[in-house]
């Protein structure tokens, strides 16, 4: 028994060995990626947050990579529509993208329930070597309404809330961030030295030699009278006729995800000033249809829109 008893504590130490070469390659794994520069563009202009980030990612470990992790805040992470990445080859007029996979992962080192996203790289990563990623992300319901209820003749504002450093398992060497909004009318905002703004753009940066995971928070309170147009339900029904012709129709549940209006309406003030009453409710909706498109009709809850036109 003692040869048997003597193979399993042989086989238990290398199980232990070999876990402990995993934990560490996977803490070591962020630690030999560094950013050397980071530029973010918000675009507040509609009711969607877009942003664009460029990313120059170094490698300074031994070991190649494979891949490069994105995080996010946990609040802003729940809104993401849409998430691409791709890589930067050439210079100049030559420059192309390819896109990469990019794909949800895990970490236990990340604080406060951040989330992290995987970047397949093309080719592996050695040391000393360089690449280029350029990340697009679309965000839904970011922009919060405040004041929530507003007068007929009121305007509506919103907060925008993120942060000046960008959220990342890596040291960062150098940042900016610009957020563009729709008007030059912006009630506040948090300042993070050096923060200049110019018209309709707010600069934060450029900042130097921030440790993974360096956050500050900004919220941005500004005037968007876009309508916020939310589908809760579409319900699409298509009828094939014998002569080849179709009959599509399209049932939309729709509602104003922003401001809600308070107080009394006017018709007559409604459509006498446009510009200002009722500015960011909804005038029209815009439907994409096939060129051949013939016999369009349209109708609300409560039967044939008269006021209206196609």
């Known amino acids: 028994m003692e040869p048997l008893f003597t193979l399993r504590a042989a086989l238990f130490f290398l199980f232990l060995c070999s876990l402990s070469f995993v934990q560490i390659s996977c803490e070591s794994s962020s630690g030999q990626i560094r950013i050397t520069s980071a530029e973010r563009r918000i675009d507040l202009t509609s009711p969607i947050v877009r942003a664009y980030l460029t990313l120059k990612v ?76 350029d990340v697009s992300l679309i965000l839904t319901h970011s922009l919060e309404p405040f004041p929530a209820e507003i007068g007929q003749s009121e305007p509506q504002l919103v907060y925008y809330r993120d942060s000046a450093l960008m959220l990342s398992p890596y040291h960062v060497r150098e940042q900016t961030m610009y957020i563009k909004t729709p008007t030059t009318k912006v009630e506040s905002y948090t300042r993070v030295d050096p923060t200049v703004r110019s018209d309709t753009e707010i600069k934060y940066g450029r900042y130097e030699e921030h440790p993974p995971y360096s956050f500050s928070p900004v919220v941005v309170h500004f005037e968007n009278n876009h309508p916020f147009a939310v589908v809760e339900e ?11 012709s179709l009959q599509i129709t399209e049932h939309y549940q729709l509602f104003h995800a922003g401001a809600r209006h308070g ?22 909706l815009l439907a994409i249809l096939p060129p051949r498109v013939e016999s369009v009709y349209y109708r609300d809850e409560i039967g044939n829109i008269s006021s209206s036109h196609l």
């Open 234 to 244: 579409l319900v699409r029904e298509v009828e094939v006729s014998h002569w080849g």
């Open 58 to 133: 170094e490698n300074i470990g031994i070991s190649p990579a494979s891949e490069i992790l994105l995080a996010f805040p946990p609040t802003q992470a729940e809104h993401i529509a849409l998430l691409k990445a791709a890589s930067v080859e050439g210079k100049k007029k030559k420059r192309t993208h390819v896109e990469l996979s990019i794909i949800p992962t895990e970490s236990p080192d990340a604080p406060n329930g951040a989330k992290l996203f995987s970047i397949s790289l093309l080719k592996l990563l050695k040391n000393g070597e360089s690449a280029t990623l």
């Open 263 to 284: 107080g009394g309406f006017s018709r007559v003030e409604y459509q006498s000033r446009p510009s200002t009453s009722g500015i960011s409710s909804f005038k029209h």
